[in-house]
């Protein structure tokens, strides 16, 4: 095959059509409440690890909704299971346990 | 898909395109690229039409790529169309005809902003004023030249030769069309068929016979993006816009791709052969690519015009399964002839795509 | 107030550009650039309207500026009527005006793009110039192209051009006074003084990057900066 | 004493519900609606937010305030004239006909938006793109909801604001009632349709109505709709009519493309043909986004310019049916105060 001295740039969109949707539905099942999230970010505003760290709660499960998990280990990684969260959560999402059931799924499909 | 829904868009979108006495000022992609195109429209203008286009010789760029590849300043790029106003003004002419989608782009921009801001337009008129002495009007009617070329479909279907129709079985081509990002996306209401669905090629395609293929990535870039093809680190993201629309046109397989701006019809051509090398990978039937013809060069065909004068020779994909299924004849072995007929030597043959 | 906030208020182009943004993505999602890069072009409209004249110089020094095509895809679409492609060509101006576009290893190629697009105006009064396209520089134009370049004045010939004639036609030669209205043009609109700021600010940038630098093309900072990809950019 | 006379302009909810209460104080009420029906777009809707209530319902409850209360009703009335002369208003008919009146309440409503106008969503080209409208249209038949090759939809989208919040389109106003629209009409799908994955695809969602949040986070919680933050960019055709929409998911800052069996638009609410037209004949002012305008946005909804013209519901702007019920009285009361004599005006104090 010929170099040009470049390649064809991947496509970044998030494509609903073959996304792994694997994790998610596992959290859904095993945590319901992960349903009701309204990303408002309040998590995120009151997150330990994001004090510290780039870790946006928020943007990882809607990430993690949309199928999106090529980060979703490092990110989770991140997590110190403080629990802050669960109790800032307006809606009652068991933002921990959603956490806890991620890490499951991430395990339990090798990813 | 209801063809009623477009066709009710189309009558919003009824833009005024002068009918005689034009300024023609030329594209400098067109003229690198696919110069047997801009003499094409010439002398389908001239000739079949009998049309009033003039051409100044003291015309320039629009500075349109360099503007756009933002090293030239927006004061600059006005005035330097100021100017080209100015030599339309002083030669009595007062339509202005682009051949470039960029440069009609650029001049609908000026005039949307003058229109907005009549400070600019003054400071401008007085840029020029100080560099070349000139003064202009502005041009009572700008069109694109493939807006010409849509306005007179009819006549040219009346003198028409050919039709785009597959002479075997009867049916209609399966043509695709690509409209310049800068015919309308920026100006809806200054495209013959608005931004959306455009209908300045679907139009010439319909009355030459051809069915319009309508396909998801339709209005997406050729990926040109100026600083984004002409810098090599960037070109990744140029092709990678190419291969969307290849990938999304496939599986209808189209019999070739009608386009109205300079640069798309390169790059819907070249990259064929850049990503046939790349990835292995042909869009066309049996390992040829997807003939990409200009809207001039379409035009020409039709009209019964000789392929090597149109400068179909200088395509990378072969256009000689598409000239048979129309059943034009052509002298392969003049194909890469000089002007003498005195032949250039052929060109070597990619080592993916299959070419004539 | 953000002084760099009122630099871009004073290009036509930013008024246009943005009035107000509702953060939709209407424009991310149809942008070319926002599938191939790591870009989207609705938090480039979100920060210059923070008037946050950090976020606002940051920006200007960033690769983000650099991605978008000026497609103008986004501008169809707003619902706010408002078009990033003309945020990021103000953003550009400016950026190259403050030479902080050196700061970026996209916005560096402003040198490329002064000296070859730039170059091809005002010696031949054109945007392009096939003699400076050759398939060393630009292989994907492919075997026809090789045979083109052979025969560059044949091949244009036989296709009714004008290839450096006199008179009209297709590539011919602009005359020499035309050219010199052009590059009066340049001088007195800012032109001129654009191209001399990119040539100064990418000198200083060579010589802290220690690249050889010279004028042409045939030089170790001109090359680097045409071919070099860092391969992070579409990467999150 | 002669009975004080009122025309009701409109047979819709705010209509129906403003004539039943004039004609049950007392007045002479002529009530003018230009279909064979009246009802207006309640006639097109099955259920309604947040109760899931039928909508034939609340037509039934209004039929019996216009028969108990003896409203003189007049059906396929077209109005080719409309003129107040001293302190008397002569509406005329196509047909001829003249009706006076000491007072007017307009209830001329809203028209749907013409989805057609989002060129980029496809409507009235793409197969499977249709309205809200169309879609409760589909509800009300009790057929099965299948796309336009008869298939059962896998899945569908359904687009917020669609001629709502759009300056492309002439409309900056928010409808109001398009948000919990889309989340009463994807509990629908998912319960008529085993299986389906719906998603919605919203700016903000405006949930402001009693109980409307609770709508919501049922959606979420017991049918599991998708909400994906990010206004639709555009809609294409697959060659199997299936729907490729692309928005950008805001929330996780990328871009996103999708496959849908069916794309639903949330068309929002603009100032009817008949308030545009009645409205001019009457000299009514009209506010910037072309529904008619009270005197004070706060104080004097439901009073107009013109003395002994009142409005009803949402010919002044888009309105949920609680409100426009609450609305139509108020038409109802600060008409009848006029005809007594009640000079409301006296009490303004500001320009």
């Known amino acids: 095959m010929k170099d040009f001295g470049f390649t064809i740039n991947k496509d970044r969109q998030i494509d609903m059509d073959t996304a792994d949707m694997r994790v998610a539905e596992y959290v859904k099942t095993h945590e319901p409440s992960f349903n009701i999230c309204i990303a408002c970010g309040t998590c995120t505003a009151t997150c330990s690890a994001g004090i510290f760290t780039d870790m946006n709660l928020r943007k990882l499960f809607t990430l993690v909704k949309r199928g999106e998990i090529a980060n979703t280990r490092t990110e989770i990684a991140k997590c110190m299971l403080c629990g802050k969260c669960s109790l800032a959560c307006p809606r009652g999402v068991n933002t921990r346990n959603v956490i806890v059931k991620i890490n499951q799924a991430l395990i339990k499909f090798s990813l | 898909m209801k063809v009623e829904g477009k066709q009710a868009i189309w009558k919003e979108y009824q833009k005024d395109i002068a009918g005689d006495k034009y300024f023609y000022v030329r594209s400098c992609v067109r003229q690198n690229f696919f110069p047997g195109s801009e003499t094409t429209f010439l002398r389908i203008m001239r000739e079949e039409l009998g049309k009033d286009i003039y051409e100044h010789p003291c015309h320039t760029t629009c500075t349109g790529i360099g503007y756009h590849g933002d090293v030239v300043p927006l004061d600059t790029m006005m005035t330097v169309v100021a100017r080209q106003f100015a030599l339309m003004t002083e030669a009595g002419y007062q339509n202005l005809v682009p051949s470039c989608i960029t440069s009609f782009g650029i001049y609908t921009e000026v005039l949307d902003t003058w229109h907005h801001f009549p400070e600019v337009e003054a400071k401008v008129r007085e840029y020029l004023r100080k560099a070349t002495g000139r003064e202009f009007k502005i041009p009572q009617n700008l069109a694109h030249a493939s807006d010409l070329i849509y306005k007179f479909r009819k006549e040219i279907a009346q003198n028409a030769k050919f039709k785009l129709v597959d002479k075997e079985t009867g049916k209609p081509l399966k043509v695709v069309d690509h409209i310049g990002c800068h015919y309308s996306k920026m100006f809806p209401e200054k495209g013959v068929g608005g931004a959306e669905y455009p209908y300045v090629l679907a139009g010439m395609i319909e009355d030459w016979g051809g069915e319009v293929i309508d396909y998801p990535e339709r209005r997406h870039c050729c990926g040109f993006g100026f600083r984004q093809y002409l810098v090599q680190a960037n070109r990744g993201y140029s092709v990678a816009c190419s291969h969307k629309k290849f990938e999304s046109m496939e599986p209808y397989k189209p019999d070739m791709i009608l386009t109205n701006c300079p640069g798309c019809p390169m790059f819907l051509d070249k990259w064929q052969y850049a990503i046939a090398e790349m990835e292995g990978k042909t869009y066309g039937k049996d390992g040829y690519g997807i003939p990409v013809l200009t809207y001039e060069e379409l035009a020409g065909m039709v009209l019964g015009y000789d392929p090597w004068d149109l400068g179909l020779q200088v395509h990378q994909v072969s256009c000689e399964p598409l000239l048979d299924r129309i059943g034009i004849k052509y002298d392969p072995l003049k194909k890469y002839n000089d002007k003498n007929g005195v032949s250039l030597g052929v060109p070597e043959k990619p080592s993916v795509m299959k070419v004539s | ?236 | 004493m002669k009975k004080k006379r009122v025309i009701v302009i409109g047979g819709g909810i705010s209509g129906m519900e403003a004539a039943t209460h004039l004609a049950s104080m007392g007045y002479d009420v002529t009530l003018l609606e230009k279909d064979k029906e009246l009802g207006g777009h309640l006639l097109g809707w099955e259920k309604l937010f947040p109760t899931m209530r039928m909508g034939k319902d609340v037509v039934e409850f209004l039929n019996k305030g216009i028969t108990l209360s003896k409203v003189n009703v007049i059906r396929k009335a077209e109005i080719v004239n409309a003129v107040k002369t001293g302190e008397i208003f002569t509406v005329t008919l196509a047909n001829g006909n003249k009706f006076e009146s000491d007072a007017v309440i307009m209830a001329t409503g809203y028209d749907l938006f013409d989805a057609r106008k989002k060129e980029e969503y496809g409507y009235g080209i793409y197969d499977n793109v249709i309205t809200s409208a169309d879609l409760e249209e589909k509800f009300l038949s009790g057929k099965p909801i299948l796309t336009s090759k008869g298939n059962v939809p896998k899945k569908i989208a359904l687009v917020h604001c669609v001629g709502s919040r759009d300056e492309k389109v002439g409309n900056v106003y928010c409808s109001k009632v398009c948000c919990v629209t889309a989340v009463k009409q994807s509990i629908e799908l998912k319960e008529s349709i085993p299986g389906v994955d719906v998603y919605c695809l919203y700016m903000d969602l405006r949930m402001f109505g009693m109980h409307f949040e609770t709508l919501y986070k049922e959606a979420q919680e017991k049918h599991a709709v998708n909400f994906i933050r990010g206004r639709l960019s555009e809609a294409c055709e697959n060659q199997d009519s299936s729907i490729i929409v692309k928005v950008e998911d805001t929330l996780a800052g990328k871009p996103l493309r999708m496959t849908v069996d069916m794309l639903v638009l949330m068309v929002g609410m603009v100032p009817s043909a008949g308030t545009v037209k009645v409205g001019k004949m009457l000299g009514l002012k009209f506010g910037p986004n072309g529904f008619l305008k009270s005197m004070d946005q706060h104080t004097m909804g439901t009073i107009t310019n013109i003395p002994g013209v009142f409005i009803a519901g949402t010919c002044a702007a888009p309105r949920p049916i609680n409100n426009v019920f609450v609305d139509a009285r108020a038409a109802a009361i600060t008409a009848s105060s006029y005809l007594e004599g009640y000079d409301i005006e006296k009490r303004i104090s500001y320009s």
Not at chain 3, 17 to 34: E, L, M, Q, R
Not at chain 3, 54 to 61: A, D, G, P, R, V
Request: hydrophobic content about 35%.
């Open chain 3, 1 to 236: 107030m953000s002084q760099l906030y009122n630099k871009l208020l004073e290009d036509v182009r930013f008024q246009e550009g943005i009035k107000a943004c509702i953060n939709c993505g209407t424009c991310t999602a149809i942008c070319a650039a926002a599938e191939f890069y790591n870009y989207d072009p609705r938090i480039i409209a979100d920060t210059v309207q923070s008037r946050n004249e950090e976020k606002i110089e940051n920006l200007l020094k960033s690769e983000t500026i650099w991605y978008c095509g000026e497609c103008m895809s986004c501008k169809t679409r707003c619902p706010r009527g408002n078009a990033p492609g003309l945020i990021i060509m103000a953003l550009r101006a400016l950026s190259q005006e403050l030479g902080y576009f050196v700061e970026s290893e996209k916005g560096r190629q402003q040198l490329f793009m002064k000296r070859v697009v730039g170059g091809w105006i005002l010696t031949y009064g054109y945007c392009l110039y096939l003699e400076g396209i050759g398939t060393n520089m630009y292989a994907e134009q492919g075997p026809i192209w090789d045979w083109r370049q052979k025969n560059w004045g044949k091949v244009l010939d036989r296709l009714g051009a004008n290839y450096k004639g006199e008179g009209n036609g297709i590539l011919r030669k602009i005359p020499e006074e035309a050219l010199d209205e052009i590059r009066k043009i340049f001088e007195v609109t800012g032109g001129t003084a654009r191209f001399e700021k990119i040539e100064k600010f990418s000198k200083e940038k060579a010589e802290a990057m220690n690249l050889k630098f010279d004028d042409g093309i045939d030089n170790e900072y001109f090359q680097h900066i045409y071919s070099h990809n860092n391969n992070t950019h579409n990467i999150e």
